[in-house]
């Protein structure tokens, strides 16, 4: 089945320093989506896109869908502590008839004070 | 708030039982998806509906079953319950031709 891969798996930084976290897939996707989960949460969307090489901006988040429409990054620009939690990939697809959102396995992210 | 609701929050039951989760879809989305996250893992694909029927079936135990119903509410169904299903189970749903998927706060199901 369609997996994705998402490194790296934890990170642990300064508050202040730049984050980057990426997926990929030996599948093509339509949709890349980028979630954050916190402790006791439901994952909350935080940025979609939509089109191969894509560039989208959400405050200090950035992604971008892959050119060859297989891997996406996320990029968090100057961290702070509530950007602490888990952050998933996921890639949206329609085969067949058959709709399927697969997740990557999360990058866990710690931000030092 | 998502304005996906799932109940219970939690849920604590013993081994052998049976037990049905729900799930409130964000108003006017048709597509209901439900997902297994054990600890410290990632979101496990059980199963999705669109519009009432089955869409599309993931890593879903024979002894898990889901529905939709006609107004557009989902249950996922647990039987005969083991205790390594414990685990949150999340319901996120997605209008149609729309795929920004939005979750739910998750039951949380401990087996014991």
């Known amino acids: 089945g369609q997996q994705l891969n998402q490194s790296p798996q934890s990170m642990f930084i300064q508050e202040g320093e730049d984050v980057s976290m990426n997926c990929t897939s030996s599948s093509i996707f339509n949709t890349w989506l980028w979630y954050k989960q916190e402790p006791g949460e439901g994952p909350v969307l935080l940025i979609a896109l939509y089109k191969a090489g894509e560039l989208t901006s959400n405050g200090r988040l950035t992604a971008q869908f892959g050119i060859t429409r297989k891997d996406s990054f996320l990029n968090i620009s100057a961290s702070i502590p509530s950007d602490v939690g888990i952050y998933f990939c996921?890639?949206?697809?329609?085969?067949?008839?058959?709709?399927?959102?697969?997740f990557g396995k999360g990058t866990k992210l710690t931000v030092n004070p | 708030d998502s304005g996906v609701t799932q109940t219970p929050k939690h849920l604590i039951t013993a081994t052998g039982q049976r037990v049905t989760l729900r799930c409130s879809p964000r108003s006017g989305d048709l597509s209901v998806y439900w997902y297994q996250q054990s600890l410290d893992q990632g979101l496990q694909f059980l199963i999705q509906?669109?519009?009432?029927?089955?869409?599309a079936k993931g890593n879903i135990l024979e002894r898990f079953s889901a529905q939709q119903f006609p107004d557009l509410h989902s249950e996922l169904n647990l039987s005969s319950l083991e205790l390594g299903d414990s685990a949150l189970y999340f319901c996120a749903s997605s209008a149609s031709g729309d795929t920004e998927a939005f979750f739910g706060q998750g039951t949380r199901l401990t087996v014991v």
């Open positions: 509906y669109y519009n009432g029927e089955e869409r």
């Open positions: 996921a890639g949206h697809t329609i085969q067949g008839g058959s709709e399927k959102l697969v």
